[in-house]
């Protein structure tokens, strides 16, 4: 089964987001990225109400003022909420159907603190190299004000710039290899960060054969 996109993938600078459509069984997958201007390190939100308990995949650390922090969960409502993420200046979530019910693959993050006009994802190990896995990559700079177009073979699921640390959010339109990936910056940038996950896709279970005493008893009502 193919994965494919639910609802609108979505960016804002804020501490929390408006999660896109989501049903029962989908995964929802949340980037929370924070640069110069915050005031410690991400904290995930704790399960209350409509907020879920959201598995942390990669959180590398603060370095210096940078921070970035990815994390998913498989629904169980169609109502669930992001909740606030602490010191957060940006965020950008997605949802996705059609995932394994095991449905992380490789994943990796990395924060810098150096001046940089591009961010970039880490290379990850991928679990799937045969096209069926949905390959995510969230990026965070700092003081930018426009992003430049996605790189080539990525496309831009969601995306916000300001002043302060932006968020983009692409995926990449072909799955058979892994290997970091940058994204760059129209203006000058500061703090980056960046992050790549892999979303397995759910395998068709095969068709049971049909046993002899099957196909008696079938031809049988002919």
């Known amino acids: 089964m193919a994965i494919t996109i639910s609802g609108t993938p979505a960016a804002v600078n804020a501490t929390s987001i408006t999660l896109p459509t989501h049903?029962?069984?989908n995964?929802?997958?949340?980037?929370?990225?924070?640069?110069?201007?915050?005031?410690?390190?991400?904290?995930?939100?704790?399960?209350?109400?409509?907020?879920?308990?959201?598995?942390?995949?990669?959180?590398?650390?603060?370095?210096?003022?940078s921070d970035m922090i990815t994390a998913y969960f498989v629904a169980t409502a169609t109502n669930h909420t992001s909740g606030t993420w602490t010191n957060a200046n940006a965020i950008a979530a997605i949802v996705l159907a059609g995932q394994a019910s095991s449905p992380i693959g490789g994943h990796a993050a990395t924060v810098a603190a150096s001046n940089a006009t591009t961010a970039t994802a880490p290379a990850i190990t991928m679990t799937k190299t045969d096209g069926t896995s949905f390959l995510l990559a969230f990026f965070g700079l700092y003081n930018v004000t426009a992003?430049?177009?996605?790189p080539s073979g990525y496309t831009t699921q969601a995306s916000f710039a300001w002043g302060g640390m932006s968020i983009r959010a692409n995926s990449k339109n072909t799955t058979t290899s892994d290997g970091s990936t940058s994204q760059g910056s129209v203006v000058s940038a500061a703090n980056n960060a960046?992050?790549?996950?892999?979303?397995m896709a759910s395998v068709p279970r095969p068709a049971r054969p049909l046993i002899l005493s099957q196909a008696v008893s079938r031809a049988s009502l002919y």
């Open 23 to 25: 049903a029962v069984g």
């Open 27 to 65: 995964i929802i997958i949340i980037c929370a990225t924070a640069g110069a201007d915050f005031s410690g390190p991400i904290t995930a939100p704790a399960a209350s109400g409509t907020v879920p308990a959201w598995v942390t995949l990669d959180h590398p650390g603060l370095i210096n003022t």
């Open 147 to 150: 992003w430049d177009a996605a």
């Open 194 to 199: 960046g992050a790549q996950i892999e979303i």
